[in-house]
């Protein structure tokens, strides 16, 4: 069955950095625009990055600059390298594909300290 583990949240200052990995199996991983996306709390879960099997890339306008997306179709993993952290970014990051209708992970809880 599918699954997606995410991997790499934690506790991080304001202007820090973190990397996040995902784990996925149980469907054809190299088929699938993956992507990022993050829930804060009491807010809509909301789409941050995506990435196509060949490596085109799209980011919501609220991490561009600041935010690397990235795939290894060979190990089925997509990472997510986040820079110049902010308090706004706290929130649980999920992996799915581009429209979401994978079963979810866990999450991966990340919390930005001003």
């Known amino acids: 069955q599918v699954q997606l583990v995410e991997s790499g949240g934690g506790l991080v200052q304001a202007g820090g950095s973190l990397r996040l990995s995902c784990a996925a199996s149980?469907?054809?991983?190299?088929?699938?625009?993956m992507a990022w996306y993050r829930q804060a709390p009491g807010k809509q879960r909301e789409l941050v990055a995506t990435i196509t099997s060949g490596g085109t890339i799209g980011y919501a306008d609220s991490v561009k600059g600041r935010f690397t997306i990235s795939r290894d179709n060979a190990k089925n993993m997509v990472y997510l390298q986040m820079n110049s952290l902010k308090p706004e970014d706290t929130a649980v990051y999920y992996c799915?594909?581009?429209?979401?209708?994978?079963?979810w992970g866990q999450g991966t809880q990340v919390t930005v300290s001003s």
């Open positions: 149980g469907f054809i991983f190299s088929g699938n625009v």
């Open positions: 799915n594909n581009q429209w979401g209708v994978l079963s």
